[in-house]
C-alpha cells in the first residue's frame, strides 16, 4: 500500500512524564517551524500526511502515542523520522523505556535500533480508512497549487473574455451511453461485495487464531490502559481544537467482557468496506474523514479510535450520528458506557442519544500534545476535487498538444 | 403516534410567528431572589400561551431567563446542570464556536458583555402589540409594575419594528424559510414521507419526540412540594421535568452596514453585464443580491424563478421546493445564504443527495423569531445611525441546531466548498474569502471587502414552559 498507518505505543519512564508533556507542547505550538526553537519539521518530510504525539494511560502507567499517516512503507518512513527530526528523537523517545539511548543519533547503528524499538511497539490498525487512495502529499500539495493558480488564472478579466469569445466554438458532441455499461456494473458491485466478505472473513481468522501467536512470540508489554474518571471529561480542552483545518481525535474506550471478537468480525467488515467499497473520498458518506483507525489493544480490553477530520467535534459528530448511526453502534455497542442500544443489526438508540454519545467521547477521548496536518485550510472534499483537476491536466500532453497545435 | 401538543401550556412565542408590526425586548435584572419572584408572581398570568387565537389579541407577553436568571431565581447548582452545557455556559464563551472573533469579541458587546458584571442579563421579557400604542401602553403598565416592587433593574430596551413589506434592512422579506412543526400544521402526518413535511415537535419543544427518534435531554428540579404541578421523570421519582414544554432561545443583537452592503452590490453587479447578461443596471444588482441569498429580494427563491423575479409562489410553495438537478450550483449558488442555512436535498455528497440529505438537514433546522432594530437608510451614505436585526431563533438544542447550522454559515471549507463565505457572516476578515456565483462560461468570484454584519451582543436564555414559570414564581 502507498499510505500507511503507524501506530506506535511506548512505556514512558516513571518520573519523567512531565518534563516530555513540556517538550511535546512546545512542538505542539510550533508546529509549522515558525520558530527556531522546534526541532520537529514535518513539511520537510514530504511524506507525512498527519502525525500526533499522544500522552496516554495519565491514570495508570504514561504511555506515549505516536501515530502517522505517510506514504511510503514504515521503514522508509522512520529513515526519514530520523534524518528530519533528529534532535527531537532524545527529547521525546529518550523519556521511553527501551529506547536506544546514549548513541549518536546520526550513527548507522542508531538507525538500526531505533527503528527496530519503534516497529517493535507498532501496532498494525484493525481497520484503516484512507479518505483518498494512493495520493502522495507531495502530489496533493502540487494539485492543491495547480487549483489556486487557475481560480486566479479564472478571475483575470482578459482570460473571461477570452473563454467567453472562444467557447460557442467548440462542438457539442452527443453521448449515449451502451446497455451493456449497466450490466458491467451489476456484476462489478457484486464482485466487490463477494471481495468485502472474502476480506472480511481472512482478516478476521488472521486477527482471532493467527496474530495473538504472534504477538505473544514478540512478548511485548501490555499497555493496561486504565480508563480516565469520569470528571476527566471537564478536563478535556476543547480550545485546542479548531485551529486548522481539520482537529484529530484519540479516543480509548474499554471493551465489555467477552466482545471483543464480535467486534473483531465487525472492524474486519469495515475495513473491507473501507477498501472496497469506500474509497474515493467517502466513508459512508461522511465526507469528512482524511485518515481513521481503530485498534484493539491490552489484548482485547480496550478500542483505540483515531482520526483526522474536517470541521468541529459538534459537527463530526453530527455527521456520524445523522448518516451512519448503525456503524457506530455496532461498533461502540461493545464498549462500556455507550448509551444503550437496542436491537441487534440495525440498532436503536445509542449514538442517536447525542448529547449523551458527544459526553461519552468527550469523556474518553485524550487530547494531543502535537498535531501536525499536511493541509491546513482543505477538506477531504477540497482535495478530491483538486485530485480530479491534477488527475485530467496531463502536463505532458498539454506541453504535446499545445506546441504541435 | 404523535404526542399533542400541550399548547396551554407552551409559550405562544416558541411555535407560532405573531406577525405583529412592533416587538419591544427588554433585558432585565433582579437585585434578589425575592424581587425576581415578586416581578414574575406579577405578570406571569399575562404569558401568552399556544392555544389557538380565536380573535387576535393586541398584545402578548412571553418571557425567558439566562442561567444566572434562574439561579437568582433560585435554582440549586445541581438543577441548573441539567441544563445544556452551552446554556449554562453562556453565549459569551462560545466565542470560538460561533466566530466571535475581532470586533465581534464579547468583551466588546452591548448586550451580555461578560466583562461587565453590572448588566449581567437575568430576564429577556418580550412584549408585542398590534399598534404602537398597544405596545406603549402595555410597556408602561409593565414600568409601573418594576417601580412598584423596585429591585428589578432595565438593562436594555430595544424595541423591533417590522416594516409593511416584512423586509429588513438589507431589503430582503424576512423570514421565508421557516420550518413548519408537526401537529401546529394543518398538512401533517399524512405526507411523513415528504422530506420537506413539518418537523417533529421535538427538535422546538422539549417534552416530545425529535427528528432523532427520542425526547431532547430536558432540566429536572427536585420533586418538592411546589415541584407537584410540573410533569414526572421517568424512573426518577425525586426528580420533575422542569424542561417539559420548554425550549432554548438565542438572541443577537446583529448590526447591519446597510450603506456598505449596497455599495458591494453596486461595485460587483456590472461584471455580469459585460459577460452574460443584457439586462438594465437596475435588474443586475438586484440579480446579484438574488445571488448571494439564493432567493430573489422579494423571497421567490432562484430554484423556482431563476432568470427574473417573480410574484410570490404560495408560502407552501416558496418554502418546500428542492434543488434537485441543480449540484453544481449554476441557479442556486452552492455557497448562497439559504444553501447555507437550509442545504435541503443537497447536503453531503452528490450521490447522496435527496431524502438522505433531507433527513440530516432536518435535524438541523432553527424557527427564526427576530425582527429588524432602527431606522431603514434612507441616503446612499451611511448616517451613523444603529439599525440591523435582533436576530431570535427557538430550538430545543443549542449545539446542535443554533450553533451548527452558524458553523455552516461562517465555514469557508461548508459542504465542499473553498474560501468561500456566507454573505452576511460577520467574520469575513478571518481569511480570503469570496462568493462564488456559479454561471457559463466561467464562475465569479467576488473577494468580500468586509463584513456587512457585526455582533453587538447576545445571550442563550431559556423559554420555560407556563407551569414551570409558576414553579419560579412561587415561593418555597
Partial sequence: MLQN??????????????????????????????????????????????????????????????????????????????????????????????????????????KAAFTQYLLKHAIEPDTFYIGYRGVRVNEMQGFLKLRLRLEQTFDLPAVRAAVSEALPHFPLLSQTTPAFVAL??????????????????????YLVFIKPQILRARGLPRIDYVVPPPEAAALYKAEIEDVVAQNQMTVITRIKPGRSIPLKLVLCFVNAAAKHIFNEGSLANIATIHFARWIIIDDGKHLLFESNYDSTF???????????SHGMNAIWRHSEGFPETTGFILTQGGCNHIEAFKTYIRQNQIEA????????????????????????????????????? | MTTPLQLD?????????????????????????????????????????????????????????????????????????????????????????????????ADLWEIGNPTRPDLQ?????????????????????????????????????????????????????????????????????????????????????????????????????????????????????????????GTYLVLRKLYQDVAAFRKFLQDNAPDFHSESRKAADRHE???????????????????????????????????????????????????SHIRRANPRDTFGLPGAYGTESFKAVNRHRIIRRGMPYGPPLQSTQDDGADRGLVFICINANIAVQYEFVQKWMNDPNFNGLYQNQDVFAHNHHITDTFAVIEQPPLRQRIPYPQSFVKVRGGAYFFMPGIAALRYLSASE
Fill in chain 1, 5 to 110: 498507518a503507524l501506530t506506535v505505543i511506548t512505556k514512558i519512564k516513571p518520573g519523567e512524564l512531565e518534563t516530555l508533556r513540556a517538550f511535546l507542547l512546545v512542538v505542539g505550538r510550533d508546529i509549522k517551524g515558525k520558530r527556531d526553537n522546534s526541532h520537529v519539521h514535518f513539511a520537510n518530510m514530504h511524506t507525512t500526511h498527519f502525525a500526533r504525539w499522544v500522552i496516554i494511560n495519565e491514570y495508570g502507567a504514561p504511555h506515549l502515542l505516536f501515530s502517522s499517516n505517510h506514504d511510503g512503507s514504515d521503514v522508509e518512513y522512520i529513515a526519514l523520522l530520523i534524518e528530519i527530526i533528529a534532535e527531537a528523537l532524545d527529547h521525546i523517545w529518550g523519556h521511553c523505556e527501551g529506547y536506544p539511548s546514549g548513541m549518536d543519533v546520526r550513527s548507522p547503528q542508531f
Fill in chain 1, 184 to 205: 458491467r456494473q451489476n456484476m462489478r458491485s457484486a464482485l466487490i461485495l463477494a471481495r468485502v466478505l472474502w476480506d472480511t472473513i481472512v482478516q478476521f481468522l
Fill in chain 1, 314 to 324: 459538534e459537527s463530526y459528530i453530527g455527521d456520524f450520528v445523522d448518516k451512519v
Fill in chain 1, 369 to 405: 500534545q502535537v498535531f501536525y496536518s499536511a493541509y491546513p485550510q482543505h477538506t477531504v472534499r477540497n482535495l478530491i476535487s483538486a485530485l480530479r483537476i491534477g488527475q485530467t491536466a496531463d502536463r505532458g500532453a498539454l506541453e504535446a498538444w499545445l506546441s504541435r497545435f
Fill in chain 2, 9 to 105: 401550556d407552551i409559550q405562544g412565542f416558541v411555535v407560532r410567528g405573531y406577525t405583529f408590526l412592533y416587538a419591544r425586548y427588554l433585558f432585565l435584572q433582579f437585585d434578589t431572589q425575592a424581587h425576581g419572584q415578586q416581578w414574575l408572581a406579577k405578570i406571569v398570568d399575562w404569558t401568552t400561551p399556544a392555544t389557538t387565537w380565536t380573535q387576535k389579541p393586541k398584545v402578548c407577553q412571553n418571557i425567558a431567563f439566562t442561567v444566572d436568571g434562574l439561579k437568582a431565581l433560585g435554582l440549586a447548582d445541581s438543577s441548573l446542570q441539567t441544563f445544556s452545557k452551552e446554556f449554562v455556559a453562556g453565549m459569551h464563551t462560545r466565542e470560538r464556536v460561533l466566530g466571535d472573533t475581532e470586533g465581534n469579541r
Fill in chain 2, 121 to 245: 442579563i437575568h430576564a429577556l421579557l418580550l412584549l408585542f402589540g398590534l399598534t404602537s400604542d398597544d405596545l406603549k401602553q402595555f410597556s408602561e403598565q409593565h414600568a409601573q409594575i418594576r417601580a412598584q416592587i423596585g429591585g428589578i433593574t432595565l438593562l436594555h430596551s430595544i424595541d423591533g419594528v417590522r416594516r409593511l413589506d416584512k423586509k429588513e434592512h438589507f431589503g430582503y422579506l424576512d423570514g421565508a424559510g421557516q420550518p413548519q412543526i408537526e401537529g401546529m400544521d394543518a398538512r401533517s402526518a399524512a405526507h411523513s414521507a415528504d422530506p420537506t413535511r413539518p418537523l417533529k415537535a421535538g427538535e422546538f419543544v422539549l417534552g416530545y419526540q425529535n427528528e432523532y427518534g427520542i425526547l431532547p435531554s430536558s432540566p429536572t428540579v427536585p420533586s418538592d412540594a411546589r415541584a407537584q404541578r410540573l410533569a414526572a421523570v421517568e424512573k426518577q421519582p425525586a426528580l420533575r421535568d422542569f424542561g417539559c414544554n
Fill in chain 2, 285 to 335: 444588482v438586484e440579480w446579484l443580491a438574488a445571488k448571494l441569498v439564493g432567493r430573489w429580494r422579494s423571497g421567490t427563491p432562484l430554484a423556482l424563478s431563476p432568470e427574473q423575479d417573480s410574484p410570490l409562489p404560495g408560502k407552501h410553495e416558496n418554502n418546500t421546493f428542492k434543488f434537485g438537478d441543480d449540484t453544481a450550483g449554476l441557479t442556486t449558488p452552492r455557497g
